[in-house]
C-alpha cells in the first residue's frame, strides 16, 4: 500500500512539474486601484495556492483552540477526580517492612 501511494505521489509531482514548466509565460494580474502584477503564470497560481491555505488555517483555528482548551478543562477535571477518589493505604509506609530493591527472589 506504501509503495502505490508513492507512486501517485511521485506521478503528481511529476504532473505538476509539467504543469509550471509549461505555465512560465509572463500574465498580468489585474489588482485593485489599478495595480497590475506582472509575474510568471505559475507564480500567480502558487500565491494563489499559498493564500488558499493560509484562508483556511484562519479558519479552522478558533475551533481548533476551543477545542484543545475544552480538552485541557476535562482534563484537568478528571485529575481532580482522580485525586479525590485515590484510594487510601491503611498502612503508613513507616509501619511495612523495609525490603531493599536490589533483592532478587521471592517477597517477604
Known amino acids: 500500500m506504501k509503495l502505490v501511494a508513492w507512486i501517485f505521489r511521485i506521478v503528481l509531482f511529476v504532473l505538476l512539474f509539467v504543469l509550471a514548466l509549461r505555465n512560465t509565460a509572463d500574465a498580468d494580474l489585474q489588482l485593485f486601484f489599478g495595480a497590475v502584477w506582472h509575474a510568471p503564470l505559475i507564480l500567480i497560481l502558487l500565491a494563489a495556492f499559498g493564500l488558499g491555505i493560509l484562508a483556511a488555517l484562519a479558519s479552522v483555528a478558533p ?12 482534563r484537568r477535571a478528571l485529575n481532580q477526580v482522580r485525586a479525590a477518589t485515590a484510594p487510601v493505604d491503611p498502612v503508613p509506609p513507616e509501619a511495612k517492612p523495609g525490603v531493599p530493591y536490589n533483592v532478587v527472589g521471592p517477597k517477604v
Do not use: I, K, V
Open 63 to 74: 475551533g481548533l483552540m476551543r477545542q484543545r482548551m475544552e480538552a485541557a478543562r476535562l
